[in-house]
T-cell receptor, first 114, second 111 residues
Framework: DTAVSQTPKYLVTQMGNDKSIKCEQN?????MYWYKQDSKKFLKIMFS???????INETVPNRFSPKSPDKAHLNLHINSLELGDSAVYFC?????????????FGPGTRLTVL | QKEVEQNSGPLSVPEGAIASLNCTYS??????FFWYRQYSGKSPELIMS????GDKEDGRFTAQLNKASQYVSLLIRDSQPSDSATYLC???????????FGTGTLLAVQP
């Protein structure tokens, strides 16, 4: 009964490869997010989708492409992986409409690019 | 200037003491403020939210907001070793619906 789940939990890959991270939420929320947390623990928003529509894109390189097949899922595909992509990627979700609504975070995916 | 600033710490306090975590922000239009706790290797977890000036208490936690000074703080009373974690200050910017985080303060509660 996990609220926000992500797969895989760990991802180790070589530079230049393409990889995907999947996220699913069973909270019935309309809005989902991808965040990147770097080695210095700085957590920064990358994308936000509201009911399958992209609403925030934080000048992330276009090697990163989010896809939302339905409002419960938000996947992240990364092309041509670079060393600097190594980080923990968190998915989150929130009920639409209120700024007071809590964002619930998934467990994170630790990506290591060698 | 960073949008949300926190001292990275570590902040070390003895068990049973009050831990005081501070955060300043630059966007005067910000209306919603949050404190998240993140244990090492885990995801952020919301512990407090505050939207109006003054204090808000929840158990051992008290959040304080001063919009005039653009300052948010979190007090943890009777600190326990299990409170040892990174505490992330976050806000929703005035012009957007984005949650913007500070870099976090590492709290270490010594038994």
């Amino acid at each position: 009964d996990t609220a926000v789940s992500q797969t895989p939990k760990y991802l180790v890959t070589q530079m230049g490869n393409d990889k995907s991270i999947k996220c699913e939420q069973n909270l019935g929320h309309d809005t989902m997010y991808w965040y990147k947390q770097d080695s210095k623990k700085f957590l920064k928003i990358m994308f936000s989708y509201n009911n399958k529509e992209l609403i925030i894109n934080e000048t992330v390189p276009n090697r990163f492409s989010p896809k939302s097949p339905d409002k419960a899922h938000l996947n992240l595909h990364i092309n041509s992986l670079e060393l600097g992509d190594s980080a923990v990627y968190f998915c989150a979700s929130r009920r639409r409409g209120s700024r007071t609504d809590t964002q619930y975070f998934g467990p994170g995916t630790r990506l290591t690019v060698l | 200037q960073k949008e949300v600033e926190q001292n990275s710490g570590p902040l070390s306090v003895p068990e049973g003491a009050i831990a005081s975590l501070n955060c300043t922000y630059s966007d005067r239009g910000s209306q919603s403020f949050f404190w998240y706790r993140q244990y090492s290797g885990k995801s952020p977890e919301l512990i407090m939210s505050i939207y109006s000036n003054g204090d808000k208490e929840d158990g051992r936690f008290t959040a304080q907001l001063n919009k005039a000074s653009q300052y948010v703080s979190l007090l943890i009373r009777d600190s326990q070793p299990s409170d040892s974690a990174t505490y992330l200050c976050a806000l929703i910017g005035g012009a957007t619906n984005k949650l913007i985080f500070g870099t976090g303060t590492l709290l270490a509660v010594q038994p």
